[in-house]
């Protein structure tokens, strides 16, 4: 098993029929070889690229923060960072009971609007649909939003959440994030959510390094020291 | 024996000009890399996946790719004109496909995958020099490809085989012959004879630049590896 | 519309089968053309024009000569300018508007092998140096398109300038004077161009059909001269090992005779 060995498009990594592709590798022949710049992890009989860079690629069950881009006559446009623009339903919206001459679309979400959703529907056909009904997902009124590579999120999280439980722990903050590279805190004060906005642009530049864990538990700390005072 | 043969700018007939290489120089692209070889100086910047519109011309299977290939107006000697020449048009044309054959476009059904070269200065070899810097900007992109395209050209001049034409050359050269290959794949993507040559010397041409290719394959990996080895855990 | 463009998948699979026999749809071999017809002068007021159909392709290339003026770093040699359409009643596959890639490429295909091989004696088209020179204009018709414009255009063209009749004059003192009747241009070469494609795993086919164009995923154009030199190569689609580039071109280098028999026999 290689760890934090980068591997780049083309690169072969094994040779072999006993091996399968896993994600962001592809196979020509008896030849296993990346599709993306990444972190090489052989896991078992599978071989798989933790890609540094990369859109988000929507996933059914994936929770995702939008942001309402237009408004039409019976659903919302979504812009979820991802090729395709997703739709929420007003129906979905209004739990069902959407009656157009009463309820006003943009009177409920406006363009500029930023949501907590979950994708229920999607596939190579049609765009991905959401879905606001469920706990924690709705409209954001609160706090900020920091984006980063969709591909950084599993760091963000940390081994069985690790990392993102350090800094829900040090910055004092309630953490939503959305597998499409959005992620959404709010915090008692605002220099402690912005505190952790600097964290996670740290983690996001420095994803591929080891030791991180304990660089980013020694920066919240100094954070919340010097924010004090 | 041609190795005696000293060129132009000094360079033996098989050296390739001096090269640099940048990626993610610009912020608002998905994807972007800068490359000199020699004085053409090329930046590409790469959008997408996006959605395409008009949906009609998108395609439900694939991604679709579109390039323009863009000479800026004071890129050449003379100055050009801004608008588009029949040149750029196929290079713009030649330089898609070359890169197309590598990009994983299933992946990506009714979207486009949008690819902007500029040349800010044109000393030979510029539509080499796009699919260098293509290549690294789509693997920054996070796009999924086959492999790396690297691309360089090769020319008759003065009756010498010779490898990286600067614009002297290749305004002289009695051929000359721009070729681009996925090396893990052993797939030629690119290749264009411009000028007359004998099967013999196409043969000599053609294996000098797959020697080219390489190397600049080889740097083009350097490249993007360095992007990670600088970046060190930094305490703060 | 797009619904041309889509093959079925019967045809397809057809014509997969039949080239793992070395065979094709249309009962070809590997390396034989379609049926090749040329007419040629029937443009009267161009200076020389051909037609020429490749199976159903139909290509008409016209030629103009004028005076005009040399380029101004090749001041002692005359002009040609090759332009190409795709015009839209060809096919549905054909936009009006300005060339578009395709066409753009077709014309610079069919002139770097011209130009390359120095298939005009351009010296010879010199008036004044600098000054005046006779322009050599090149257009190209796809009339009908059934795959392969590339080598009909290629062939149009070379037949057409073979063909073409300037009024007769000579150059003295720097100054034109015409005479009585009429010369052809000063040809010295006669390029043709040879068109293969071929699936990622089959043989190379000659001379696509559209159908063939539409379901092979690779395809290159390569220029032969009467002296079989390479004279240029453009990969249109796909790509090819380093094996299959050298085979290619042998290919080529072997098929273009046949082209320029062809050609040889059409001077007038």
Known sequence: ?229 | MSTEFVRVDGRLPDQLRPIKMVVGVLDRADGSAYVEQGNTKVLVAVYGPRELHPKHQASPDSAIVRCRYHMAPFSTKERKTPAPSRREIELSKVIKDAMSQAIFLENFPRTSIDVFIEVLEADGGTRCASINACSLALANAGIPLRDLVSSVAVGKYKGHIILDLNDEEDEAAEADMPVAIMPSLNKVTLLQVNGVLTEEEFKQAFNLAIKGCMEINRIQRETLRSVYSSIKGEED | MKTFKVVSQLVRARMMDLLSKNSRIDGRGLLDYREIKVEKGLIGRAAGSAQVSIGSTKVLAGVKVELGEPFPDVPDKGVLTVNAELVPLASPAFEPGSPDENAVELARIVDRALRETEAIDLKMLCVEPGKKAFVVFVDIYVLDYDGNFIDASSLASIIALLNTKIRSFRVEEGKLKYEDGYMPLPIRHTPVTVTLAKPDNGPFIVDPNLEEELSLGNRVSISIDELGRICGIQKLEGSLSIDEVFKAVSIAKNVAPKLIEIVKREVV
């Open chain 1, 1 to 229: 098993m290689s760890e934090r060995k980068i591997v780049l498009p083309g690169e072969l990594l094994v040779e072999g029929g006993e091996y399968q592709p896993g994600s962001n590798v592809f196979k020509y022949g008896e030849r296993l070889y990346a599709s993306k710049i990444g972190i090489l992890s052989i896991v078992k009989q599978t071989v798989s690229v933790i890609a540094l860079h990369g859109v988000y690629e929507p996933k059914v069950g994936d929770t995702v923060i939008g942001k309402i881009v237009d408004v039409g006559a019976f659903s919302w446009t979504v812009d979820i960072r991802s090729p395709y623009t997703a739709v929420l339903n007003a129906s979905d919206y209004f739990k069902g009971r959407f009656n157009p001459a009463k309820d006003s679309l943009i009177k409920a979400l406006k363009p500029g609007d930023m949501i907590v959703a979950q994708i229920v529907d999607f596939d190579r056909t049609k765009n991905p649909v959401l879905t606001v009904q469920g706990p924690g997902l709705g409209g954001v009124t609160k706090g900020i939003i920091v984006e980063l590579s969709p591909s950084k999120i599993p760091r963000l999280i940390g081994k069985k959440g690790s990392m993102i439980n350090l800094l829900k722990k040090e910055g004092k903050c309630q953490i939503t994030i959305g597998k499409n590279g959005l992620i959404h805190i709010v915090g008692e004060k605002p220099e402690y959510e912005e505190l952790v906005a600097q964290a996670i642009k740290k983690i996001e530049r420095e994803a591929h390094t080891t030791g991180l864990t304990d660089r980013i538990m020694k920066f919240m700390k100094k954070g919340r020291e010097l924010s004090v005072n």
